[in-house]
């Protein structure tokens, strides 16, 4: 089999319309533009999608206690102060 120079190909006509690879077009970039501003994050926020999962943790498992202990010295502080 003698294969043609692609120079020698005719030209085929276009599958969809230009009006609708121009949409299709658009559409996928504004696909990219998303990706790219998504890419985008300061080190902040990257460090804050971290971070907070893990502080949110530590609160549920600390927190609790902590403010419980400091009302328990507060309310004996007012009580030692009212004898």
Do not use: Y
Not at 8 to 28: K, L, M, W
Not at 46 to 55: D, I, K, S, T
Not at 56 to 70: A, F, G, Y
Request: charged share 30%.
């Amino acid at each position: 089999e003698h294969a043609r120079p692609a120079d020698t190909t005719p030209a085929r006509p276009a599958i969809v319309s230009e009006h609708t690879g121009r949409q299709v077009a658009a559409a996928f970039g504004e696909l990219s533009d998303a990706f790219a501003s998504r890419s985008k994050k300061t080190f902040d926020e990257m460090a804050e999608e971290m971070l907070r999962p893990m502080l949110q943790d530590w609160l549920d498992n600390n927190l609790p206690t902590l403010v419980e202990r400091l009302v328990r010295e507060e309310i004996e502080r007012v009580a030692r102060g009212a004898q």
